[in-house]
């Protein structure tokens, strides 16, 4: 008789939170976490941003390799952020407690919180103006503010009731959203390939200075900005894969699901030239409107096509960002189970689209707020990737969960809970990479100006923070106690003792210890 028990049926409501998941419960597989990354990113949004090459008066073809250089080196920068849930049986900010300190792991949660809020309102905000547009010129119903409320409060539920049902509902969703939305991106290529014109040269002056590379690089960073978006949440889906699967599969599969958002990465890019030749008053620099291009330039048959991308895509991104939140929160306040927890932070992110969009008007704020995030969860990912290759990939589980179960001490107490080499890599290379950002009529940092208008936070934050935390884990070795039996690579080790845990029953007084259960 097989000793294997059956997971649970999907619509089982998940009852797991950061907990190390049990072995017999661990039943994904690395493509399991390719339909989860890819579905969460061949969306609406993403050919958003694959439009931005040709705002930036890039060619078609400039704009192409612009978007498969960024597309990969993000995705080279992610995907190894995949490998700490099948290690640990638990999400990314608790396993960063191994690098950050047993109290530094709510950065991770912090990171988690902000990211997942910002894309949650990104795609409900997203798919609901495009099915209301859908709506305007197919159903005539009119675009009022009551008409947009309802699509995102109609949208904005869903995605909260799939959250709360947990991992295996949400794997069924983007099991499905994966072929629908791909095929549908495809389907783009009947409806606007009569219009798409390959050799579409741009708008960028060439009489002048050159504006090529400044537009170039900056159309890079955009694409590669959004894999790195998704590290905090790797080890969300992760957890539950197996800790016998071989690393480079769970690795592969994150990194080629990011490249597979070349389909929707070029659906944007290629629209974009039809919408700048046949309707460019949708692309000018002072109010760009993809979306309102799209449906103009759209054929009325794909209509339908573009409110069910919509609608699967934004499900997909919407899932996959709240479904962490809930996790992060029920950990970092023990009192509130995972599905309390999604509910409160799903009801509260709620809220807070709605009066962004209606009463703050912070539709426009958002991207730049999530390209901040971003930029201070990088340097963030450059010391959870470091931090394992340099413990050769070894963990003690156990020790990773101190902070949810309110103990002390482990091999991650550190200082009173603080591991300030990773600490300050990462607050040092955050706050640098913030300054030299450049957003214009958003946010542009003290040195902004300096690399000629081109954004280089993001890039300065991870080079800086692989410099900063290599140089500290080098001058200030941590303790032996916190590498595997195979010792550290690169770096030297200390010898300094590693505290017990303490239950948090125990209680310190003076030099002795008085347990509160007595």
Same mark, same amino acid.
């Given at each position: ?34 339909? @989860?990354?890819?579905? =969460? ?5 993403? /050919? ?9 008066? @890039? ?13 990969? #080196?993000?995705? %080279? ?9 099948? #290690? ?25 919180? %902000?990211? /997942?809020?910002?894309? &949650?309102?990104?795609?409900?905000? $997203? ?32 995605? @909260? ?23 549908? &991106? ?8 009569? /219009?798409?014109?390959?050799?579409? #040269? ?29 590290? /905090? ?33 070029? &659906? ?23 979306? =309102? ?33 809930? @996790? ?8 509130? $189970? ?123 934050? %991870? ?12 001058? &200030? ?33 003076? $030099? ?7």
């Amino acid at each position: 008789m097989s000793n294997e028990v059956a997971p649970p049926p999907v619509t089982a409501v998940e009852q797991n939170g950061v907990e190390r998941i049990p072995d017999h419960e661990r039943t994904a597989r690395p493509l399991d976490l390719f339909r @989860l990354s890819f579905g =969460g990113a061949n969306t609406f949004s993403t /050919a958003v941003l694959g439009a931005f090459p040709i705002l930036f008066g @890039l060619s078609f073809w400039q704009g192409l390799a612009a978007t498969a250089l960024g597309l990969t #080196a993000g995705a %080279l920068v992610l995907c190894p952020m995949a490998v700490f849930g099948p #290690a640990n049986g638990t999400n990314n900010a608790v396993s960063s407690s191994a690098h950050l300190g047993v109290h530094g792991r709510i950065v991770g949660s912090f990171l988690s919180l %902000l990211t /997942a809020v910002t894309f &949650f309102a990104i795609s409900v905000w $997203s798919s609901g103006d495009a099915l209301v547009g859908t709506a305007s010129r197919v159903l005539h119903v009119p675009e009022t503010p009551v008409a947009f409320a309802v699509a995102y409060a109609v949208f904005a539920g869903l995605v @909260l009731v799939v959250c709360v049902y947990g991992f295996r509902f949400m794997l069924l969703v983007n099991k499905i959203a994966v072929l629908a939305a791909t095929t549908l &991106f495809v389907l783009g290529a009947f409806a606007f390939g009569g /219009a798409f014109d390959p050799s579409y #040269a741009g708008t960028l002056d060439t009489s002048g200075p050159s504006a090529f590379w400044p537009s170039f690089i900056g159309a890079a960073l955009i694409v590669l900005a959004n894999p790195v978006s998704f590290g /905090a949440f790797l080890g969300d889906w992760s957890r539950y894969i197996p800790a016998s699967t071989p690393r480079p599969r769970v690795v592969a599969a994150a990194l080629f699901a990011q490249l597979a958002t070349i389909v929707p990465f070029g &659906f944007g890019l290629a629209t974009a030239t039809v919408i700048a030749t046949a309707a460019p008053q949708y692309l000018a620099a002072e109010a760009p409107n993809y979306v =309102g291009g799209l449906l103009a330039v759209a054929p009325g048959w794909y209509f339908a096509p573009l409110c069910l991308i919509a609608l699967i895509g934004g499900m997909s991104t919407g899932t996959t960002a709240l479904y962490g939140t809930g @996790l992060d929160f029920s950990s970092v306040f023990p009192r509130f $189970s995972r599905v309390q927890a999604t509910a409160l932070v799903g009801a509260a992110a709620i809220a807070l689209i709605f009066a962004g969009r209606f009463g703050l008007n912070l539709v426009q704020s958002i991207s730049t707020f999530a390209t901040l995030i971003v930029t201070c969860t990088a340097p963030w990912m450059v010391v959870m990737t470091l931090g394992y290759l340099t413990r050769r990939g070894w963990y003690d589980p156990d020790a990773l969960q101190v902070f949810n179960r309110r103990q002390h001490g482990g091999r991650y107490w550190f200082d009173h809970g603080w591991n300030w080499r990773g600490m300050s890599a990462w607050l040092l290379s955050a706050a640098t990479a913030l300054m030299f950002v450049n957003s214009p009529g958003q946010f542009v940092g003290p040195f902004g100006h300096l690399a000629g208008g081109v954004d280089i936070g993001l890039p300065l934050s %991870l080079v800086l923070a692989a410099v900063v935390y290599l140089a500290l884990l080098r001058i &200030f070795p941590e303790p032996r106690g916190v590498f595997g039996p195979d010792g550290p690579r690169w770096v030297p080790a200390a010898d300094t003792p590693v505290p017990p845990i303490v239950d948090p029953a125990d209680v310190v007084v003076g $030099s002795t210890t008085v347990s509160t259960s007595d």
